[in-house]
């Protein structure tokens, strides 16, 4: 039995998620976890609500809200989220806890003893309306390198750059609109250039267990040299900086407006969470042997810089050889709606809740992992949803399922009859690939190979009309024996991908899989099918959902 770290990337928690959450990082850690779990692993699968970044202060200061209020209002809906989508995290936490804290400003404390911080002065941008500083998210304007006109401040989410403040044109007040200027503040500097030769030799190592697209993405950030960072912000929402126990050479005039940045203190929650979880925690993050661990992290595009450089940087910046770091690094690209970028503000989303509770939570899980954006964007459209739950999963997928066990009623079935030419090979290389698609965090390919193997069972039963023989004879058995199997490896395979529906699927069989299957395991079960009163698994959608779901995006 391994260890296996599963980190999600912790959302903001400044409004509900729309289903590109759910593809990007939330649903594919899932089925990385079940996978695992599957396999006898024992798994940390963590994350949290990221309730100290601006997004949640914008929210905050738009509805003349606390901060506070945002979080409380938005935490609740995040775990009535995952909970429908069955997201099964051994922990959901949140950035607040006093716990998060200690762990952030031990990290930091750390750091500046090891050398890696250094102090300095720099420009942020300045309201002169309010008086007062305003963080990165407070702040759009054009991009530089390819004009987005929305970039913010930091960051711009068109081509993913991380920006400084001298790469943003016309920048304005994201609130008021109204112009921002530049002034000196004085903060805290994480110095990126003292760790990257160790964060070269990281990416080279590591980076072979990465997508080629995220490679490199990184390799290309590191050519280019990496220059110091600041940690820390004008802004009363945060982590606060625990300064009298900095050097006196690091300690910042002023820290009691200042708190440590998002970008820094969020990823810290991975290790913060683990502590909470408290069984076992170190044996994940300090194993008396590092290969003992393997530790995943799974994020949205706009999230890999910081999971594959800042934050195995900061660990060992902090915790030296002491520490496991992160061994695969799985990111999504993005989910788009109708061809547009989710857009809450234009209203173009969707309430993934919704979605979930009226279409059912395995049909949105399977549709999403059939074209999940893993290598390039990707476009969620209700055309396409709705001819997948009818013309795959029901048409492909369903269908078969429910034939084979109609007409297997009442058969006594044996483990003893010989495979039909082709079919013993089409699970064998279903079990195999799904096996090797699902160790590499190809969830995508995965779900194809479900498809494929369900597709050789609706070829076979159709060339072979068993409903034409007296059920009593050889060759009927015969027949049904091979498409039992073929439904018992589907259901075995699809544990991880649509745990309800594989629920009903075993209550159907009256078959259960504890752990991941080989062919011989998946035969022997037949002797042990109790076949149910046979129930379709999923509901066919009317074609009119397609256009009574569209009107509500684009009715502006």
Excluded at 364 to 385: C, K, Q
Aim: aromatic share 12%; with cysteine; net charge neutral.
């Amino acid at each position: 039995m391994s260890k296996i770290f599963v980190g999600v990337a912790w959302p903001y928690v400044n409004g509900d998620l729309h289903p590109g959450h759910i593809a990007g990082n939330f649903l594919p850690a899932d089925i990385f976890a079940r996978f695992q779990r599957y396999l006898g692993n024992e798994v940390l699968m963590v994350s949290g609500s990221d309730c100290y970044g601006t997004p949640i202060t914008v929210e905050a200061d738009k509805r003349g809200k606390p901060a506070e209020q945002i979080v409380a209002e938005y935490h609740p809906h995040h775990l009535e989220l995952f909970k429908q989508y069955g997201i099964s995290f051994d922990l959901y936490t949140q950035t607040t806890t006093q716990n998060h804290a200690e762990t952030t400003q031990e990290m930091l404390l750390n750091l500046a003893r090891n050398g890696y911080l250094l102090k300095q002065k720099t420009k942020q941008y300045f309201s002169a309306e309010d008086n007062k500083f305003l963080p990165d998210r407070y702040v759009e304007g054009e991009c530089k390198f390819c004009g987005y006109k929305e970039a913010r401040g930091d960051q711009c989410d068109q081509c993913g750059r991380v920006l400084e403040y001298s790469d943003l044109k016309n920048p304005v007040n994201k609130l008021t609109k109204k112009s921002v200027t530049l002034r000196e503040t004085e903060h805290l500097f994480l110095n990126w250039p003292l760790l990257q030769p160790f964060l070269d030799k990281y990416v080279d190592t590591h980076g072979q267990n990465w997508k080629s697209w995220i490679f490199k993405e990184v390799a290309g950030w590191l050519k280019k040299g990496l220059q110091p960072r600041a940690i820390t912000r004008d802004i009363n929402w945060g982590v606060k900086i625990p300064n009298e126990k900095l050097p006196k050479e690091l300690q910042l005039e002023n820290f009691q407006n200042k708190r440590i940045y998002v970008w820094f203190e969020a990823v810290i929650g991975y290790l913060s969470a683990a502590k909470e979880y408290g069984k076992n925690w170190q044996e994940f993050w300090h194993p008396e042997k590092k290969d003992e661990v393997k530790m995943y992290n799974f994020m949205g595009k706009d999230n890999v810089v910081f999971h594959c450089l800042f934050w195995p940087g900061q660990l060992y910046g902090a915790y030296g050889d002491d520490i496991k770091l992160p061994d695969v690094i799985s990111a999504n690209q993005y989910l788009n709606l109708e061809g547009q970028k989710f857009s809450k503000s234009r209203g173009i989303t969707i309430d993934s809740l919704y979605l979930a509770k009226t279409y059912g939570a395995d049909p949105v899980r399977f549709y999403l992992t059939y074209i999940m954006p893993e290598n390039s964007d990707a476009d969620f459209s209700w055309e396409g949803f709705v001819d997948f739950n009818n013309n795959i999963l029901i048409g492909i997928f369903g269908n078969f399922i429910n034939r084979v066990l109609k007409l297997s009623e009442n058969l006594k079935l044996v483990d003893k009859f010989n495979f039909d030419n082709g079919i013993e090979e089409a699970i064998h290389l279903a079990l195999q690939r799904s096996y090797r698609d699902l160790s590499k965090c190809d969830f995508k390919l995965y779900s194809h190979e479900i498809l494929l193997l369900a597709s050789v069972g609706n070829k076979y039963i159709n060339d072979k009309e068993p409903w034409r023989l007296d059920k009593n004879s050889g060759e009927y058995l015969q027949i049904m024996s091979n498409c039992l199997v073929i439904v018992l490896a589907l259901q075995a395979l699809l544990k991880p991908l649509i745990p309800e529906a594989v629920v009903k699927l075993e209550k159907l069989t009256g078959v259960e899989f504890a752990k991941w299957p080989d062919l011989n395991t998946v035969i022997a079960k037949i002797p042990e099918i109790k076949l149910s009163e046979t129930k379709p698994l999923f509901v066919k959608l009317d074609p009119e959902v397609i256009k009574l779901e569209q009107v509500k995006i684009f009715k502006r």
